[in-house]
């Protein structure tokens, strides 16, 4: 079973930066849309930011203009640039991937505490 694994989470102060990666444990033929969700405690898991094939970006907005969702086709690797981060934004930050016969995967999470 393939599976998602991110990297780059940690803590940061308030207004830092960080970024995060994910790619599939193993070589896989293709992956279609991919994206990024979180989960803060006692909160449930909502979207963050996907973006296609293609290139096509969506972002939630609430980080609209802070962070900044890219991909690596060759790699299927997908990154999340996160700028100006507040204290809200503490969460397990999720990486999602669709892979081109419709499978979704799914990664583990990793943290990502915001003090302010």
């Known amino acids: 079973q393939v599976q998602l694994v991110e990297s780059g989470g940690g803590f940061v102060q308030a207004g830092g930066s960080l970024s995060l990666s994910c790619a599939p444990s193993?070589?896989?033929?293709?992956?279609?849309?991919m994206g990024w969700y979180r989960q803060a405690p006692g909160k449930q898991r909502e979207l963050v930011a996907t973006?296609?094939?293609?290139?096509?970006?969506n972002y939630a907005d609430f980080v609209k203009g802070r962070f900044t969702i890219s991909r690596d086709n060759a790699k299927n690797t997908v990154y999340l640039q996160m700028n100006s981060l507040e204290s809200e934004d503490t969460a397990v930050y999720y990486c999602?991937?669709?892979?081109?016969?419709?499978?979704?995967?799914w990664g583990q999470g990793t943290q990502v505490t915001v003090s302010s």
């Open positions: 999602n991937a669709v892979t081109a016969w419709g499978l979704p995967l």
């Open positions: 193993r070589s896989i033929s293709s992956i279609n849309a």
């Open positions: 973006i296609t094939r293609g290139g096509s970006t």
